[in-house]
């Protein structure tokens, strides 16, 4: 929804709300969708949102409570007595649950799980226990679970009267007594399937795809666009089902990692907070301690530069390409390392491809290379009128330039990612601020021969 | 599934085959899940692709087809019978079809046609129409239709009756005779109804989200995202429903796009190829224009150098700080430009807001900017011991850089949005080369002021 439309209906609640029309303040709420109402309660001023959040019918609030950012869960929660904040926490997924209770401060947490029904914070209690980046950090507790002894009929008596507090049955896991898992069938399966005295184990599907609670929560995402599923099982160590991870939090999950890849692949700090919600504070932090390193580590470009400022005061014209070296070195080492790095994150490559790897790159990287340096020294000669030996200077360092920032920005993510560092943050400026002085000692020194300076 | 279990496979399937034990084959492909099944057939020579892929059920058969790469899958097709290529397009998914249609060549692409049903082929040629970035080019038409006079049990009967061929009956669209989309309700709320006389238009949920034929494929998946949806309807112009977008579609479009914007991003043109899967040629061809048309803009810095080759000659230390000033000039540049880009490509921000983001961007730049021109001055003096007016000329340039850079950063996304090229290609690499420009101009003029040159 736009900003004007959300605008609009701010605008149209705050009249109905003055008004005191209760009633159609009510209809008009239920007929939005619970992110485009979240994204008016986000607007609302503080005072206003406990009386609107309690026109709103439990499920669809506890949908809006759910999408809300933190801070106005927190600012929402003050307005609720412990009655309705009691309906809110029974109404939430557990996993929402557990999130909120991550993110809100400990006053409020004591609240939160002084009203929850023993069960909910026992399962809130068992979710806390799993890192937030594993599986057992994004899972839910609140699936369909089968017998394989069960027959059709038994499996849809039992999800009708146990499946609507889940969070999904479109998929029911099987499972014998110690809740080893054994299988899973769609509620596809299981409506379409004509003989309603079938067991389920001659029904199920025995090769499940599952993760354990210690999967990494991309790597767990990244099952689902593989092979196309809407949630996948989550079992401990002796494969006992715990939980299951459903497509709603895989697609948030990579399209924040992405996110978060691309911040760190421009040299800032990730952050989930879209670029309003973030102060100027927040924005300065991410930026700056960045921008000072690499400021910091390109001073090795000026050591260089005055290293050699003889041989530039003999040959003043050097001076002229160097920006045209550097940034060509910078943007040849990003566009394999920002390859490199995006293959990595969506597992199409693995540290152990890196002679191959380094192979195509050298080839790559030859290739272009020379393509830059017969190119650069027409227009070196034709245009800029410089000398055949100058010429050949500036050429034949471009293409070991291309040639070395290729290799360079294949090799760092891949050694980043086998000694578990983050490959993302091995991308363009570091690459750049590397590469810069690998160029300038090549340009140099290629001057030197070339050219027979002292 | 790791390269070495893919090698396993391939090994044991092809002992398997010599042996003709065709019985323990098929036992065994039963066993992998179609994406798993679907690698080991990719590495397997052309000759024993249609032998195992005889063997294997119907409809596994399919969905390994489907996952297959267009070049395994032609080489396949050209090894099956007309008889067998029937089998496979009718029971692949019409969308799946469509996509096979769409890469095959010309020859391939008539068999296929001639062996499909005349109405499998009326589908497929139906969706051909719609250009393959839409949601008319992704969608599929396989979906459960219902009327909104039925009863919960008469649903139930359609579906049971006509539910097996569609990609999908987890949530069923509801429309009157003339086809207009009127309510979606998912098999869930279904088969959880208590009352089996309950009327469909009773229980449906009205305030359906549907995209049109024409909407962005981007666009489409984002509301996915932003919903939960397990799927979209897809209307035409008079909202009359003619298909619906799955989320296995949607979440390989986003995982491609946030790719094609990485390529983007750093001066590649995008691709969807695996990167093995790439020749050098391909590789070649979307990197070597790039940097050719980057290497050649970078003249324009070239040139202020050559024209203020006095003022250099005059304090030969100002050359020095050029790389350091025009990489940060580079890298604060990429760190507005990437955070626009990102927020544009997941509907967070919006052209309309630009006067916005130039406001915070030109407060955090100012902040970042004095934050670097005073670390530096101090380093300039302690560790440098550069004189305090050259000092001053490398930081005030860096203040003015950082905010110009940040600036443009921020500007030139927004402006590529509005005129609809796409922001990505504003990025770092193209930032980089027309900030250096700048940088340069506004060193040497700031140099000239303060140090009083010619």
Not at 171 to 199: A, F, I
Not at 221 to 241: C, H, M, W
Request: one cysteine or more.
């Amino acid at each position: 929804m736009s900003d004007t439309a959300i605008q609009t209906l701010k605008n149209m609640l705050a009249h109905l709300d003055d008004a005191k029309k209760y009633q159609s303040l009510r209809d008009v709420m239920e007929t939005l969708p619970a992110p485009d109402l979240a994204a008016v309660f986000e607007d609302l001023p503080p005072e206003k949102m406990p009386v609107l959040f309690r026109l709103c019918p439990k499920d669809l609030a506890a949908e809006v409570f759910a999408e809300l950012p933190p801070d106005t869960q927190s600012a929402l929660i003050q307005g609720l007595t412990d009655k309705e904040l009691k309906v809110v926490i029974e109404a939430l997924f557990v996993d929402d649950a557990t999130d909120l209770v991550e993110e809100m401060p400990a006053g409020v947490v004591k609240r939160i799980l002084s009203q929850a029904e023993p069960d909910t914070r026992q399962m809130i209690n068992e979710l806390l226990k799993y890192p937030e980046d594993s599986a057992g950090g994004v899972m839910t507790t609140e699936l369909m679970e089968l017998s394989p002894e069960m027959t059709v009929r038994q499996a849809m008596d039992a999800i009708r009267q146990n499946g609507f507090d889940k969070e999904t049955i479109n998929n029911c896991y099987v499972t014998r007594k110690d809740r080893t898992l054994v299988g899973v069938v769609s509620l596809r399966t299981l409506v379409l399937e004509k003989n309603e005295d079938r067991r389920i184990d001659d029904l199920m599907d025995t090769n499940v795809i599952s993760v354990t609670t210690a999967t990494d929560r991309e790597d767990t995402s990244q099952l689902f666009e593989k092979y196309g599923f809407l949630a996948i099982p989550v079992v401990d160590t002796e494969n006992r089902l715990v939980g299951i991870v459903t497509i709603d939090d895989a697609i948030s999950i990579l399209q924040d990692e992405a996110s978060e890849d691309i911040a760190k692949m421009n040299a800032m700090a990730p952050t989930d907070k879209p670029y309003f919600r973030r102060n100027l504070w927040d924005l300065y932090r991410s930026r700056a301690p960045w921008l000072l390193f690499l400021m910091v580590s390109s001073s090795f470009s000026s050591m260089v530069i005055r290293g050699y400022e003889d041989a530039l005061a003999a040959v003043t014209v050097l001076t002229a390409y160097i920006p045209m070296l550097t940034d060509t070195g910078g943007n040849a080492g990003s566009q394999s390392t920002s390859t490199i790095i995006r293959g990595l994150a969506v597992g199409e490559l693995k540290p152990g491809d890196i002679l191959r790897i380094l192979w195509r790159e050298m080839r790559v990287a030859l290739l272009c290379g020379l393509t830059l340096a017969g190119c650069n020294f027409l227009k070196l000669l034709a245009i800029d009128h410089i000398a055949a030996p100058i010429a050949v200077v500036v050429c034949l360092t471009l293409i070991v330039t291309v040639v070395v920032s290729q290799l360079l920005g294949a090799a760092l993510p891949v050694a980043a990612e086998k000694i578990g560092i983050d490959p993302a943050v091995m991308a363009s400026p570091l690459i750049t601020t590397i590469v810069d002085t690998t160029t300038l000692l090549v340009y140099f020194n290629i001057a030197r021969a070339v050219l027979h300076l002292a």
